[in-house]
Every structure is written in structure tokens, then in C-alpha cells.
């Protein structure tokens, strides 16, 4: 069974930074995209950053400039580099990927979601 966690969540000042990282384990073959949504108090959940096996990334307009995801696939792990973050950036954030267990099953795999407070 695999298993994604994240962690790096916590209370920071607004302007601050934070790195948030996510571990997919258990049996799997591969890992194809790899990302991060948040969902904050009253909202829907929105896709923050993603990215490919080959490192093609994308960024919701919100973040773009002051967030960074990364993606290590020997350690089948993602991070989320956030700076200058913003009390707006306040939400659990979850990471998801899309993994292969066999080379014929595909599945979308959740994380438990890390909290991120940004206080002003």
C-alpha cells in the first residue's frame, strides 16, 4: 500500500518562509506528476504548484514568483519552497501523486494535509 506524508507545516510571520516536504512510499513502480493544493477556511481546494517527472512545473498565479516546487525522484519526494508568504497563504496544504503500483494502475494518492499560518 503506499503512503504519502507531508510535513513542514507551522506558524509563521507573514514575509517569512517555509519549506514543506512530501514522502510517497510503500509499493509502488513510479511516480508521474507530483504537487501541492491548499484549501483554505471557506474555500475550495486549489491546486498551489505541481510538477512532472522531467521537472515541468506549474504555479497558481497566486504564488508565482514566491513559491517553489521541487522534486527529488530517487527519495520519491516533492517539495514546496514558500517565501514572502502572505496571512492569504494560510491553509492545509496537501500533497498529492499520481503513482503507479503496477505498470498497468494508476492512482491519485492524498497526504494527510500539513497546516501552514502565516500571522500578519
Known amino acids: 500500500q503506499v503512503q504519502v506524508v507531508e510535513s513542514g507545516g507551522g506558524l509563521v510571520e507573514a514575509g517569512g518562509s517555509l519549506t514543506l516536504s512530501c514522502v510517497a512510499s510503500?509499493?509502488?513502480?513510479?511516480?508521474?506528476?507530483m504537487g501541492w493544493y491548499r484549501q483554505a477556511p471557506g474555500k475550495q481546494r486549489e491546486l498551489v504548484a505541481d510538477i512532472s517527472r522531467g521537472g515541468n512545473t506549474n504555479y497558481a498565479d497566486s504564488v508565482k514568483g514566491r513559491f517553489t516546487i521541487s522534486r527529488d525522484n530517487a527519495k520519491n519526494t516533492v517539495y514546496l519552497q514558500m517565501n514572502s508568504l502572505k496571512p492569504e497563504d494560510t491553509a492545509i496544504y496537501y500533497c498529492?501523486?499520481?503513482?503507479?503500483?503496477?505498470?498497468?494502475?494508476?492512482?491519485?494518492?492524498w497526504g494527510q494535509g500539513t497546516q501552514v499560518t502565516v500571522s500578519s
Open positions: 510503500g509499493r509502488l513502480f513510479s511516480i508521474n506528476d
Open positions: 498529492h501523486a499520481d503513482i503507479r503500483t503496477t505498470p498497468w494502475s494508476r492512482n491519485d494518492y
